[in-house]
T-cell receptor
Framework: AQSVTQPDIHITVSEGASLELRCNYS??????LFWYVQSPGQGLQLLLK??????LVQGIKGFEAEFKRSQSSFNLRKPSVHWSDAAEYFC???????????FGTGTRLQVFP | DAGVIQSPRHEVTEMGQEVTLRCKPI?????LFWYRQTMMRGLELLIY????????DSGMPEDRFSAKMPNASFSTLKIQPSEPRDSAVYFC??????????????FGEGSRLTVL
């Protein structure tokens, strides 16, 4: 069965600290992987996506993610977190050409000054 | 450019009443999605349309839920009759699917439904 697991429900970091949000997936075919961010009261916004090629992908707002096939993981990272990064982050997996994405349950990021 | 527009933003209704949520996708997009978000179940895909045609409605919870897309610029999600367990935030999203554009869904701000 296709699924996405985000093991961390809630993460708290200090502003300026590094960040890594975990994502593991189960998918029968070659996965297409995504990270979305949801600010309070807003819809989701695409941060980055991986289809093929270089396994380290760069996204908006200084985020990057690394695809590791052997670990079925697609972890999101940022070297230095800003207070404005406080939000909920969703990992998603989907097939090519349909946009029918399966979302993880999300990780809520809290940033302390 | 206008994004995905949803209405109403908030709806409070009583059990048994009919609820209609509306969505205007981004002009030119060919796919439209209805999602439901709750604390317990996260983000669930209810139904999606491609070129105004429902492609997959396997996520629609039961017959009380129905969705239509009469044209490329408008979709509705209807719940009749509504129940307290339908309380959630309902998101509409659109995309330009196919031809290598996979994955970028543009979400509206959501409709928060409370059924008393």
């Amino acid at each position: 069965a296709q699924s996405v697991t985000q093991p961390d429900i809630h993460i708290t970091v200090s502003e300026g600290a590094s960040l890594e949000l975990r994502c593991n997936y189960s998918y029968g075919a070659t996965p297409y992987l995504f990270w979305y961010v949801q600010s309070p009261g807003q819809g989701l916004q695409l941060l980055l996506k991986y289809f093929s090629g270089d396994t380290l992908v760069q996204g908006i707002k200084g985020f990057e993610a690394e695809f590791k096939r052997s670990q079925s993981s697609f972890n999101l990272r940022k070297p230095s977190v800003h207070w404005s990064d406080a939000a909920e982050y969703f990992c998603a997996v989907g097939p090519y050409n349909t946009d029918k994405l399966i979302f993880g349950t999300g990780t809520r990021l809290q940033v302390f000054p | 450019d206008a994004g995905v527009i949803q209405s109403p933003r908030h709806e409070v209704t009583e059990m048994g009443q009919e609820v209609t949520l509306r969505c205007k996708p981004i002009s030119g997009h060919n796919s439209l999605f209805w999602y439901r978000q709750t604390m317990m179940r996260g983000l669930e895909l209810l139904i999606y349309f491609n070129n105004n045609v429902p492609i997959d409605d396997s996520g629609m919870p039961e017959d009380r839920f129905s969705a239509k897309m009469p044209n490329a610029s408008f979709s509705t999600l209807k719940i009749q009759p509504s129940e307290p367990r339908d309380s959630a935030v309902y998101f509409c999203a659109s995309s330009l699917a196919g031809q290598g554009n996979t994955g970028e869904l543009f979400f509206g701000e959501g409709s928060r439904l409370t059924v008393l």
